[in-house]
Nanobody
Framework: QVQLVESGGGAAQSGGSLRLSCVVH????????MGWYRQAPGKQREFVAG???????HYPDSVRGRFSISRDNGVNTVYLQMNNLEPDDAGVYFC?????????????WGQGTQVSISS
């Protein structure tokens, strides 16, 4: 059974930075696209960053230039570097493996890691 374990969240100030990690257990991430998602209170979960098997990356306009996703297949881990944080970046962050066109996901969701932003 695949388990996704996110960490690295916490409290940050507007303009600050955080680095999130996601360790994947039970399967290899090699050859799979991986992504980060977030869910703010009262809102649907949204895609915020993706990295393909060949390390090509994909971001929505809301985070492009501020967030950077990376992967280390050797330790089955995906990272999200978040810079210049904004209040709207607050929420619970999750990782998963997106399907084609960055739609849908392969696995059950993990617990996520909470990010809070103070202005």
């Amino acid at each position: 059974q695949v388990q996704l374990v996110e960490s690295g969240g916490g409290a940050a100030q507007s303009g600050g930075s955080l680095r999130l990690s996601c360790v994947v257990h039970g399967t290899t991430i090699r050859g799979k696209a991986m992504g980060w998602y977030r869910q703010a209170p009262g809102k649907q979960r949204e895609f915020v960053a993706g990295v393909g098997p060949s390390v090509a990356t994909h971001y929505p306009d809301s985070v492009r230039g501020r967030f950077s996703i990376s992967r280390d297949n050797g330790v089955n881990t995906v990272y999200l570097q978040m810079n210049n944080l904004e209040p709207d970046d607050a929420g619970v962050y999750f990782c998963n493996s997106p399907l084609g066109n960055w739609q849908g996901v392969r696995y059950d969701w993990g617990q996520g890691t909470q990010v809070s932003i103070s202005s």
